[in-house]
């Protein structure tokens, strides 16, 4: 239940599973009191380091299965699959007329990959799986054709024959009245037992056709394989004894269970990063820092998002190559983290990423084949990074990492070691500033308004160089930097949106029909939430609306002011729209009729909160030790910190270690560091 007060206690377990390591945080509830651990993911089998993971932190705190009464999970299989390009083999059922909107698409070149021409990519579903069937729908919704069953009848059948696993169905203005595809869909069950079906009015019904059916096509691209793993992972959950519902993570920062997204996959598909961007601002509101850019950097990549006071949605993402136009987090990510590959490019240039040595072999360091230098081996050659991970657990090789170093970078550059080092930190601290910069400035914000949060197994290592290259004062290192994604998910609502396109012009005469159609969605989601059994003291439901000046092309969403469609709803919401466009874009035209396009409705359940842990009081604290580090200035004699022997209070200056478990933060010369009441690191950096 959503109160945690049945059998099973208050104990909730988070697991992060990341390309290179899986973060497990289990929580009581009731006093605060947590334990971590940190297992090796398993790419062939990612529910196994979900169970070992579980097993493991369980045995750490020795409490048991049984006393578990939640399991939440962020997880990159729809992501990966996504990227991979590795999904099932899917067919489309659209209206007569649509059969090429996928291959169609948008006539955009995205300038990046090629300044004159550009090569689309291969769609998730081919056009030789897609079949049409005679039906359509005017944009209001008034029927213009009957749907022939015949032709769903025919479709099934070539369906079969193709061998396809799962069906899209997608028909034109089915946003305005899914009579058309559910009907569509019934007969398709009824034809093809045991295939799995996917309706567009129920993964995104809103207009645009290609963003529709490519949403569509992607969850049903990636239903079967999300699917095995939620039952995979539940499968190992009863084998464990543990008997906790399980909640995943969901792209627009809420929870759903199990089921929910094994029909509905593709809601996943940024669901790790989304725990950490929801991780950070519960602590950041705790710590009092509502204005965060988060810097979450892992073995294989680095997400960046804004915070202020809340993150920031956008219907307008995109996982790899393909437009994703569901509700998230807006979260950029690029392809540098501790295993980012260096290299030198034909051409002479040092390069660090996106190729990555995942976690095998991993870096060069780890010993496990890998040969290839990457921005772990980097760090650990300068003495920045200790010679020794997780506790002790991972040995370091520091001599394989500097002739790896030295062979492929240096000597093709013509420098010495430790210039080379500092040059590939450097390329990738750059490539993740100029990430920033894209949430940031060109979303309107000044990035020296904001504090950086890094987290991740590599983010407080990288932070104080980012952090000088934006400007930027203030760092907040979290008490758990590795495991903050997992901590997320202890953060994070139960969630789900429902949405609708009305295109209705401001101003209106009569504002019944945009009240009857909030209402509506309104209904839905506390249908929604009855459903999932959320008490109401813990429910909320927010709207938005996404408008746009008459003629424009695209929507800004603003929050609706209150849950009431009138007219002085309407008005401060029209008001919201010229604030918003003006921060953007410098302007507002208050004098063009603005277009309410699309509606949606946020359902959130809150799940009972942990109890906070306060960090012990400073004591007489002292160096563990002290390690070479190779500073600009030359060879230095570093000290290294403890963080669990850091009160609250604890000054550390800069340079300096400080080591924990789940992660190692890096303080430059010149940065201090004050451990705040809840065990965060407030790092304050120079000016200049």
Not at 26 to 39: C, F, I
């Amino acid at each position: 239940m959503m109160d945690g007060t049945d059998d099973r206690g208050t104990l909730s377990v988070a697991v992060d599973a990341g390309g290179t390591f899986t973060d497990i945080v289990l929580v009581d509830r009731a006093s605060g009191q947590r334990w971590q651990a940190k297992v090796s993911s398993t790419p062939d089998d990612r529910s196994r380091a979900f169970a070992e993971g579980i097993a493991q932190v369980l045995s750490i705190a020795g409490r048991s299965p049984a006393e578990v009464s939640h399991v939440l999970h962020g997880t990159t299989v729809a992501t990966n699959v996504i990227l991979e390009q590795k999904g099932a083999k899917a067919g489309l059922l659209t209206t007569a007329g649509l059969r090429h909107v996928l291959e169609i698409g948008r006539h955009d070149i995205p300038r990046h990959a090629n300044l004159y021409a550009w090569q689309k990519p291969r769609r998730p579903i081919p056009p030789e799986h897609v079949r049409e069937a005679r039906e359509r729908l005017a944009a209001g919704g008034a029927v213009v054709e009957a749907l022939v069953e015949q032709d769903v009848r025919d479709a099934a059948a070539e369906f079969r024959r193709l061998g396809v696993e799962v069906v899209a169905v997608c028909f034109l203005h089915s946003y305005a009245d899914p009579t058309h595809e559910r009907r569509a869909g019934a007969i398709l069950a009824e034809e093809l037992p045991g295939i799995p079906i996917t309706l567009s009015s129920e993964v995104l019904p809103v207009f645009r056709e290609y963003e529709r059916s490519m949403a569509t096509a992607l969850n049903a691209y990636v239903m079967p394989a999300v699917a095995t793993y939620v039952r995979r992972i539940e499968d190992r959950l009863k084998a464990g004894g543990i008997a906790a519902p399980l909640l995943l993570m969901k792209s627009s920062g809420g929870v759903i269970r199990g089921e929910g997204a094994a029909r509905q996959p593709v809601q996943t598909a940024l669901s790790g990063p989304a725990a950490g961007v929801v991780g950070a601002r519960a602590l950041g509101l705790r710590a009092g820092h509502p204005k965060l850019i988060t810097l979450d950097v892992g073995g294989t990549s680095a997400d960046i998002s804004l915070i202020d006071g809340e993150p920031r949605l956008t219907s307008e993402g995109k996982v790899g190559d393909w437009p994703l136009s569901l509700p998230m987090i807006d979260i950029h990510t690029i392809g540098a983290g501790g295993g980012s590959i260096a290299r030198v490019s034909p051409e002479g240039a040092l390069l660090v990423g996106p190729a990555s040595a995942g976690a095998m072999p991993g870096p060069v360091a780890y010993g496990r084949g890998g040969v290839e230098p990457t921005l772990t081996d980097a760090n650990l050659v300068l003495g920045r990074l200790p010679p020794s991970l997780l506790d002790g657990a991972i040995t370091l090789d520091v001599d394989a990492a500097a002739r790896a170093i030295e062979t492929r970078i240096a000597k093709p550059l013509g420098m010495d070691l430790h210039a080379a080092a500092r040059g590939i930190i450097a390329v990738a601290d750059n490539a993740m500033a100029g990430a920033i910069r894209v949430v940031s400035v060109q979303r309107g914000h000044d990035p020296v308004d904001f504090a950086l949060l890094p987290f991740g197994g590599a983010g407080p290592l990288q932070a104080g160089a980012i952090a000088r290259l934006l400007g930027m004062r203030r760092i907040l290192v979290p008490a758990s930097p590795g495991v903050l994604s997992a901590e997320g998910l202890l953060a994070a609502p139960l969630r789900n949106e429902f949405s609708r396109t009305v295109m209705m012009r401001a101003p209106i005469a009569d504002p019944a029909p945009l009240a009857a159609a909030f209402g509506a969605l309104d209904a839905e989601a506390a249908a929604w939430l009855e459903a999932e059994a959320v008490p109401a003291s813990a429910r909320e439901i927010r709207w938005r609306a996404g408008m746009r000046y008459m003629h424009q092309g695209f929507e800004l969403y603003v929050d609706w002011p209150g849950r009431a469609a009138d007219d002085s709803g309407l008005d401060e919401a029209i008001n919201r729209f010229h604030a918003e466009h003006e921060r953007l874009y410098t302007f507002a035209q208050r004098d063009t009729p603005v277009e309410i396009v699309t509606l949606e409705v946020a359902a959130l359940g809150t799940l009972p909160g942990p109890a906070a842990e306060a960090a012990p009081a400073a004591g007489p604290g002292a160096p563990s030790t002290h390690l070479p580090v190779h500073l600009e200035t030359g060879l230095a004699r570093v000290p290294v910190w403890r963080r669990d022997a850091l009160g609250a209070g604890a000054t550390v200056l800069g340079p300096a270690i400080i080591v924990q478990m789940d992660a190692t933060t890096y303080l430059h010369p010149g940065d201090s560091a004050v451990m705040d009441a809840f065990g965060n690191l407030v790092v304050e950096v120079p000016a200049g």
